[in-house]
């Protein structure tokens, strides 16, 4: 029975889902063009994306839990279309109010069911190349920005910004549903016949609750790495531009293309990690990122030219995509399959932790510091020292 499913296909259904619902990133295309149109404040407007993503752990953990009790065509299919549905919406938002429940509520709650059942279920078809799975559907999520900012710049310019939103949001709509047809759930302890996990990897499949996952040691280590390797690539993510113009000079056109190479980056790091995790183990592909985050930091901070930015931009980017690529399977192989959608949406909150303070941190740090963030960036270094000794006891511990 599990011969006739084509895992290939899932996961190419599965990617196309998550490039709609990672349309939530070229939000900031949207911000300016929908605040001239309504009279809305930036600041409010903003406060839309906000709420999108800090509701994001809530329906990944529920979303997770639908996924374990296989309802997995149900929790992605209409995750995503609430997503399509909520970004639709938001092109008839007239108040702040509308667009915190279109965009903040309705959309953030889809994203989140669609993105956790999405990678839950297809990384169980892939138990011989989890982290090539992994990255290619988190890629998924990073590559939509760059496909939709032009689109909705394109459409922004032609019509307005609520124009785009309903356009967009139908077109996302249609996606959803055709890629729902190719959605299938994977069978219940899938194996593929040409492929035998080593002992070490079969001890390790043992499933566990995310009950028994919080009794365990190795949890707190896991979500502490995940913490630490998303928090450099948060902070400039968030920053990019910013730090562009302040500390190296460019203008805002130049800074808005490094802004794009990040993001091309981002997304490459999260297949490129994913399939190197899977010839090189997942510990030493971590040991890697964080050496290489440290480097980029220090590069950013001793080259004070646009090649510095440009290596550390780059860096920085591919290893943040490699941090998300390599801890779904992480979670997987530490703690099962079966409650892969639980237990990865609770080790999300390490992610969600980062998105709160790194952002936070980066801006406070710059104020007091007249817009200098080399103190930021060295902060960041020695978590990513602390990252790599962290992942240095995961490894003893994990073969142990």
């Keep these: 029975m599990t011969k006739e ?28 063009p929908l605040s001239h149109q ?35 065509k149900w929790t ?45 279920n297809t990384i169980r078809f892939f138990p011989d190349k989890r982290g090539l799975a992994s990255g290619i559907l988190t890629a998924g999520m990073g590559f939509a920005a760059i496909i939709a900012s032009p689109i909705a710049s394109h459409l922004i310019q032609a019509h307005d910004a609520k124009f785009a939103f309903r356009a967009i949001g139908l077109a996302y709509i249609v996606i959803v549903l055709i890629a729902g047809i190719f959605i299938k759930p994977a069978p219940k302890n899938y194996k593929l016949a040409s492929w035998k996990p080593a ?6 499949m043992e499933n566990k609750t995310w009950k028994d996952m919080l009794k365990t040691p ?13 928090f450099s690539g948060l902070m400039i993510a968030s920053q990019a531009a910013t730090i562009g113009q302040t ?57 004070p030219s646009q090649i510095g930015f440009t290596v550390g931009i780059i860096g920085l980017g591919i290893c943040f995509g490699g941090v998300m690529g390599v801890f779904p399977s992480i979670v997987m192989e530490n703690y099962g399959p079966a409650n892969q959608g639980v237990n990865y949406g609770i080790v999300f909150t390490g992610y969600s932790l980062a998105a709160f ?9 710059a104020g007091a510091n007249n817009g200098n963030y080399s103190q930021a960036f060295y902060l960041a270094i020695i978590l990513a020292i602390i990252g790599f000794a962290l992942t240095v006891i995961y490894d003893r511990r994990h073969k142990a």
């Design 247 to 303: 500390m190296f000079g460019l203008s805002a056109g130049t800074a808005a293309l490094f802004v794009s190479l990040y993001s091309i980056s981002n997304s490459s790091g999260r297949f490129i990690w994913g399939a190197v995790s899977d010839k090189i183990g997942r510990s030493k592909t971590l040991m890697i990122i964080y050496a290489v985050v440290a480097l980029a930091l220090l590069t950013l901070n001793l080259v």
């Design 5 to 32: 499913i084509n895992r290939w296909q899932v996961i190419i259904a599965s990617t196309a889902i998550l490039l709609v619902t990672g349309a939530v990133y070229s939000f900031s295309v949207f911000a300016g």
């Design 76 to 120: 992605i299919v209409l995750g995503a279309l609430l997503f399509a549905g909520g970004f639709f919406l938001t092109g008839y938002a007239n108040s702040p109010a509308m667009l915190y429940l279109t965009y903040g509520l309705i959309a953030g709650l889809g994203q989140g069911f669609a993105y956790s059942g999405a990678l839950s």
């Design 357 to 365: 303070f790194a952002p936070r941190l980066a801006i406070k740090i």
């Design 199 to 204: 002992t070490s990897q079969q001890k390790a």
């Design 218 to 230: 190795v949890f707190y280590l896991i979500i502490s790495m995940f913490f630490i390797g998303a």
């Design 38 to 72: 309504t009279g809305m404040t930036i600041p409010q407007i903003m406060l839309a994306f906000t709420l999108n993503n800090a509701i994001g752990p809530i329906p990944m953990i529920f979303g997770g839990y639908l996924v374990d009790k296989g309802y997995v």
